[in-house]
C-alpha cells in the first residue's frame, strides 16, 4: 500500500480528478496549499505598493492505494496535470504501514476502495 501525494496546479484539478477516475481510482483528499518550487517570482502591484509574490496557490491530492494502483495513478496524474511548464508540479509516493476504515474496522488493503485489478487492463 502508498499513500501518493500530488501537488499540482489548481486549474488542472479537474483533468487530474477525471483522469485518476478514469484509472478506477475515486478515493482522493485534495487540499488548497501554496509552495514555491521552480516558478520565478512574480511582482504584483497591491494598493498601489509592489508585492513580491513568492509563494504560489497549488492543490495538494492525496489517496491511498493498493500496489497494483501504484503506477496508474502515478501515470493518470502525469497525464491529467502536466502542461510542460515549469510549475506543473510533483508526485511523492511514500509507503503505508496500516490502514483502518473507522466505519467497518477493515484494515490495509480491505480498508481501502474496491476496486478490481482488471481495470488497469488497457481496453
Given amino acids: 500500500?502508498?499513500?501518493?501525494?500530488?501537488?499540482?496546479?489548481?486549474?488542472?484539478?479537474?483533468?487530474?480528478?477525471?483522469?485518476?477516475?478514469?484509472?478506477?481510482?475515486?478515493?482522493?483528499t485534495l487540499s488548497r496549499v501554496s509552495g514555491h518550487g521552480g516558478e520565478q517570482e512574480v511582482v504584483e502591484h497591491y494598493r498601489g505598493t509592489r508585492v513580491m509574490v513568492e509563494f504560489h496557490d497549488k492543490v495538494e491530492v492525496r489517496m491511498a492505494v493498493s500496489e497494483p494502483f501504484v503506477q496508474a495513478a502515478i501515470d493518470a496524474i502525469v497525464r491529467g496535470a502536466r502542461t510542460g511548464e515549469v510549475g506543473d508540479g510533483k508526485i511523492f509516493v511514500q509507503n503505508l504501514d496500516r490502514v483502518v476504515r473507522i466505519r467497518t474496522g477493515e484494515q490495509d488493503n480491505a480498508a481501502l476502495t474496491p476496486v478490481t485489478e482488471t481495470r488497469l487492463t488497457p481496453a
Fill in 1 to 28: 500500500m502508498k499513500l501518493i501525494t500530488a501537488v499540482i496546479r489548481p486549474e488542472r484539478v479537474q483533468q487530474v480528478k477525471e483522469a485518476l477516475f478514469q484509472a478506477g481510482i475515486s478515493g482522493i
